[in-house]
């Protein structure tokens, strides 16, 4: 049976531009700048690799946890009537359950967002297996977040596709030794995420009928 396993912020959901707001709001509440550059060193990553930038960034002159909860604050406050979906998001995941695919998550967010996104978009059922950032000890771009969900469905990583937007994401698919495709989202792609991709896909419309033609060929 095929699988795939999904990156869920800027994949899934069009979430990232949310949270890059809700960064600069708070950075203008407390007068912080440089925010921009390192929330995308911090795309794809956990809170925890988050922290460590933080401090590598501001030392003691910012205090990561009333930083992180003042940006929840924002964020709630902006996904009050929901979380937007990503274009194709229901039309490929339908798609995969028709074809048979097991789907699998891997999220560096931690699980009680991740549960909450999973609920409030539908997109649960669509799932079997969740493996999100605070289930692990290390980060994206290690691939131990890819290697638990093709373990947790019995998947060979060689033969299991992997879908990301982001550079820490797509290295840690690709070291997994998955078939990763990159679907742009905030950050362009440079050498080094096409080197880690197995292709580069506008939309998540265009990884259907890219999978649609794997399984033609293999057929």
Known sequence: MPCIVFDMDGVLIDSERLVLRSWECVGRDLGIDGLHELFYRCIGTTHASTR?????????????????????????????????LKPGVMELLSWLREHGWRTGLASSSREANVRRNMDVTGMGPYFDTLVCGDMLTVSKPAPDIYLRACAELCAEPSLAYAVEDSRNGIIAASAAGMKALLVPDMVPPDEVMRSHAAAVLPDLLAVRDYLAAEETKSA
Do not use: I, S
């Open 52 to 84: 460590v930038r933080f401090a590598e960034r501001f030392g003691d002159r910012v205090d990561y946890d009333d930083f992180r909860n003042r940006t929840r604050v924002y964020y709630m406050q902006f996904t009050k009537d929901g979380v937007p």
